[in-house]
């Protein structure tokens, strides 16, 4: 093992490039910090330590990219989380792991609303809504506060599309819940921003008789006419109908 030295930009500067492999410049102050050199003479801050019996070896930033004060400084923090028993390695690991909540999201278009009707307008939503903001983020990161400063902003614009959007976010959380990819639903507890009324108007026999007739006039075309007639007929909605 090399000589521990303190590590400075200036005997930084000065170690030598191995010729094959890599070797390790441990600093005299700060235990397991050291700033590995390889033959392609990239220069990084490196942290060894032991946890649980394991050692481990934790890459802290390149040099020069990070300056010795702040790779020290780093090292320190680092030193106290480990003295806790906290795994910094097993953290950052962790990280790269879990799914993002663009992954969720496309999870849970394929494998649960790819069955339904409104897939396409599920997928819409997400995609102009959410995803800007969320694709890249940890979906076990994402907060109720941040689902209520979502919600709450397309709210100011449409309020009734706020609750559809709250609702469907519930849905991919419910979904991920499901499949042992997060813990807990950040929508639990939101009140959805926008009030609806329900709607009792309903045409009465004259209206329905003036519609019917209606419709044999000349402002619409056969296929227009049968379509609205089995909506009138069904109830159901105009895409169903058309689709």
């Known amino acids: 093992m090399l000589q521990a030295v303190r590590l400075t930009e200036q005997t930084i500067r000065k170690f030598p490039t191995p010729e094959k492999g890599n070797k390790v410049h441990y600093d005299e ?16 801050f490196i942290l060894n330590y032991r946890i649980a019996g394991r050692e481990r070896r934790y890459t802290l930033g390149l040099w020069p990219e990070w300056s010795a004060t702040a790779a020290r400084e780093r090292a320190k923090e680092l030193r106290r989380d480990i003295d806790r028993g906290e795994d910094p390695l097993a953290e950052r690991e962790q990280l790269r792991t879990d799914p993002t909540f663009g992954e969720v999201v496309e999870e ?107 419709l044999d006039g000349q402002w619409f075309t056969q296929h227009t006419a049968a379509a609205l007639r089995l909506i009138l007929l069904t109830a159901q909605r105009p895409g169903e109908v058309i689709a």
């Open 108 to 214: 849970y278009l394929r494998i649960e609303a790819s069955k339904q009707k409104r897939s396409k307008e599920y997928a819409r939503m997400l995609e102009r809504e959410a995803l800007p903001q969320w694709r890249n983020l940890r979906a076990a990161d994402i907060k109720r506060r941040d689902v209520i400063a979502l919600v709450e902003k397309k709210a100011e614009t449409a309020p009734i599309s706020a609750n559809r959007l709250l609702e469907l976010i519930r849905r991919v959380y419910n979904f991920a819940i499901r499949r042992d990819i997060v813990e807990a639903n950040p929508c639990a507890l939101v009140q959805k921003p926008g009030q609806e009324h329900a709607k009792d108007r309903v045409l009465s026999r004259d209206e329905i008789r003036t519609f019917w007739e209606a």
């Open 29 to 44: 102050e700060i235990k397991g910090l050291g700033l590995r050199v390889t033959a392609a003479n990239a220069r990084a």
